[in-house]
T-cell receptor, first 112, second 119 residues
Framework: QKEVEQNSGPLSVPEGAIASLNCTYS??????FFWYRQYSGKSPELIMF????GDKEDGRFTAQLNKASQYVSLLIRDSQPSDSATYLC????????????FGKGTKLSVIP | DVKVTQSSRYLVKRTGEKVFLECVQD?????MFWYRQDPGLGLRLIYF???????EKGDIPEGYSVSREKKERFSLILESASTNQTSMYLC??????????????????FGEGSWLTVV
């Protein structure tokens, strides 16, 4: 059974701080990794994806991937109250797979 | 922008009723999915389809069936609704991503969700 583990939180950070969200996965064959944001009562929306080891930056968001450690993280710089949401990590089932396995999410609260 | 539309947002059905949840995507995506999301359990895949008339079971297919007669439409059917099927149902479609860079994955885009209550 493929597993994607996230700390459920809640993770509380003050406005303007860096929020760090972490995710570990069990399948060494996984190739692509995704971060989704989900506001309460809404559907998940894609923030970014990463395939290669290292960092990938998109605005205030940075995804970090370490395949050797089976670890992927999301950093949110200059956190805003509007970033308060649940963040879902998702991992594929190997090259060419259609499916993603989702973690249960980390709830982030940004305190004004 | 990717558009995945779930026509029924909020439904209340009685136990034993047959329930249809409809989903349409407008981006010519090959792959479509149905998930349900429950507190503490996260997103769980019910069924997916990688082509018209093709379907594959996900993690929790029991009590559900699907239909994909046209590429843009993927329907979830609850043959006889039960109270344990009260949930939020999410339709999604996906497209290969990053092929131009040599990096291949399938990015999933979700519809707005359908909240089903079975009483």
């Amino acid at each position: 059974q493929k597993e994607v583990e996230q700390n459920s939180g809640p993770l509380s950070v003050p406005e303007g701080a860096i929020a760090s969200l972490n995710c570990t996965y069990s399948d060494r064959g996984s190739q692509s990794f995704f971060w989704y944001r989900q506001y309460s009562g809404k559907s998940p929306e894609l923030i970014m994806f990463i395939y290669s080891n290292g960092d990938k930056e998109d605005g205030r968001f940075t995804a970090q991937l370490n395949k050797a450690s089976q670890y992927v993280s999301l950093l949110i710089r200059d956190s805003q109250p509007s970033d308060s949401a649940t963040y879902l990590c998702a991992v594929d089932s190997g090259a060419g797979s259609y499916q993603l396995t989702f973690g249960k999410g980390t709830k982030l609260s940004v305190i004004p | 922008d990717v558009k995945v539309t779930q026509s029924s947002r909020y439904l209340v059905k009685r136990t034993g009723e047959k329930v249809f949840l409809e989903c349409v995507q407008d981006m010519d995506h090959e792959n479509m999915f149905w998930y349900r999301q429950d507190p503490g359990l996260g997103l769980r895949l019910i069924y997916f389809s990688y082509d018209v008339k093709m379907k594959e079971k996900g993690d929790i297919p029991e009590g559900y069936s699907v239909s994909r007669e046209k590429k843009e439409r993927f329907s979830l059917i609850l043959e006889s609704a039960s109270t344990n099927q009260t949930s939020m149902y999410l339709c999604a479609s996906s497209i290969p991503t990053g092929a131009g860079t040599g990096e291949i994955g399938n990015t999933i885009y979700f519809g707005e969700g359908s909240w089903l209550t079975v009483v």
